[in-house]
């Protein structure tokens, strides 16, 4: 996750990492970016007094779901989403899915069926029903699948950093149908000069 420093001196998440200025990355994690706003680490890193927000990790979490939650109704515009029980069942029958979404909040058994059936795929729960029904103009959604492409491994990503940020949240990418990432050896602040 990629921080920038604003003239006033406060810091600003960078979401998309594409805003101007000197950056200060950190793993996306709560636990880590709670910490390193408590102990001013930020600051030293920069070697320069930073203002962070409160509820930084809050504010980055809902960035993120925005994140998400707008790549999901992209993808749904291009045709590359299903949603609901029956119609993911039908489209991992058919071989067309790249990603499974289950709802946070939504039935254990449901998923597990869905899950059986998409073996190898990589699969997220981490936005709840309410998120996942926003992309799709309903109020729930429980069950998604989207398709191959590269605005599913977008999301795959961009999941992965918001699960970082929700205690109940989890992605399981499947190593036989997803390149392996080498994980990061600490959570530390780095900078790039």
Do not use: H
């Not at 809902?62 to 045709?79: K, T």
């Not at 029956?86 to 979404?101: F, K, S, Y």
């Not at 997220?124 to 069950?143: I, K, N, T």
């Amino acid at each position: 996750m990629r921080f920038v420093i604003a003239p006033t001196g406060e810091l600003v998440p960078d979401i998309d990492a594409r805003l101007p200025g000197r950056g200060l990355w950190l793993r996306p994690r709560r636990d880590i970016v709670d910490r390193a706003a408590a102990k001013r680490l930020f600051g030293r890193a920069a070697r320069r007094p930073i203002t962070a927000p409160p509820e930084l990790a809050d504010r980055i979490e809902s960035l993120l779901a925005r994140r998400c939650i707008d790549a999901l109704g992209l993808a749904r515009r291009a045709g590359l989403t299903v949603t609901g029980f029956d119609r993911v069942g039908e489209a991992l029958r058919q071989g067309n899915v790249a990603l499974l979404l289950f709802a946070l909040d939504g039935a254990e058994g449901g998923r597990r069926r869905l899950d059986g059936l998409g073996r190898n795929l990589p699969a997220a729960l981490v936005l709840y029903a309410a998120e996942l029904g926003a992309a799709f103009g309903r109020d729930r959604a429980v069950y998604v699948s989207v398709g191959p492409g590269p605005l599913s491994r977008r999301l795959l990503l961009d999941l992965e950093r918001l699960a970082g940020f929700r205690a109940a949240a989890v992605v399981d990418r499947d190593m036989k149908s997803a390149p392996a990432r080498p994980e990061p050896q600490d959570g530390g602040i780095g900078s790039n000069d």
